[in-house]
């Protein structure tokens, strides 16, 4: 249990090279009757530690790719401050911008299609020397052997074509191609998952290599969360557009304290079979980046969402389906009508969703529903029948939300180390995650 913190750590002994300040990045949104803006990166805070690894993780879609482009400055941050070693990078434009670009630079994650095939290896790693007009030509070119040196190809493969490569090489051409501009900061896309297995080892180990040979940063995307707890120091956790919980790598893997990062490392095979940890499924799907919940983000989906207080007893089955309807409500609210169905529900005429009652029964027909419950339940569908069903959703809001709906939750410290997570449940007010999702998960 803890008490929400301002952004701090112990153990920051080693100096601060990006320190990011309520960033966000929507996309569109603008114009008086666009769509909601895509929030693929929805208010973040975090700093990397001059050479360390910082892993980055995530289902796919909650933005880390996005996160990664707008550090680099590759996309315009809609809000929020980036400062790189003093310089806030989301102010500067042209030539400055252009100028501090060589300090940080990008290594994707599918090395055949990140090269341009009609160029030879030289002329790709000498690109961004020419782009940025480095030295002398022979400058460049000694520059460019070094680098294929570097990263462990010979000076011959200087005048041959990527195609003529490997995966495996191809990505050894990427990192050096990102390391020509002498960078001190690298984002890392997914930067093996493309390759085989025994090449991975080998790209992993390079990075290692370069990271301690050049004093590099690094920021690492990766789904594979077997390399991101092999090769990081820290692990940023992300939902949605947010960060859920941070800290030193090996305590988060070992003693994760968000929800959602208790989930995503259940789905983690043990590596000993005649040890059994239990998965934590997420019920339902990861909402929409341009209609996340009001709350925390992972409410519509946490398993160890705080019940409100006047359904505190409620047997969990019953729980359950409420949540479940209360999704299946949340879906409908978000199917556009056309216009006829509008015309439709004006005078009274609307039946596009009357399979509603079917949803109703399916989700509730086994179980003891309170009166209270049902009376709830049955003007939610009625609203749903008549093509109301944002009414429907604001409705179940009123009766059943509970602060894990109603608030986003503070960030808290959650261990000496400084590892910080953003729930509800870190507060002595509410029983602590572990618990709760063993207990929902043994009743199950
Ligand atoms: N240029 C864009 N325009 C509109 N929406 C975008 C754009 N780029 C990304 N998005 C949306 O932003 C959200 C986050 O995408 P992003 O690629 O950053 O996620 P990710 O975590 O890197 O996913 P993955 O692991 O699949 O690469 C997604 O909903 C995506 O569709």
Redesign the pocket.
Known sequence: MSNAVEQSSPTEESEVLVEVEGLK?Y??GDGLFADPP????DGVDFEIRRGETLGLV????????????TLLAL?RATEGSIVYNGTDVTTLSGTELKEWRKNAQMVF?DPESSLNDRMTVGEIIREPLDAHDWKTMNDRRERVLDLLSAVGLPDKHYFRYPHQFSGGQRQRIGIARALALEPDFLVL??PVSALDVSVQAKIISLLEDLQEEFNLTYLL?A?DLSVVRYISDRVAV?YL?KIMEMGEAEELFTDASNPYTQSLLSAIPEPDPTETSRRITLSGTPP???DAPPGCNLSTRCPAKIKPEAYANLDSDLWNAIEQFREVVRERARITLSTSDRVRRRFDRFERFDDIEESMADTFDDLEVPERVDEQIRTAVEMVKRGRPTEAQEHLYDEFASVCDREPPEMHKVSASGRYSYCHRHTDEYEDVGPVITRRADSE
Request: hydrophobic letters at 20%.
């Open positions: 990045k996309y569109g895509v929030k693929a990166v995530g289902e796919s879609g909650c933005g880390k790719s996005t996160l990664g482009r996309e994650q896309d997914e995307i789904h992300m557009g929409s980046p341009s």
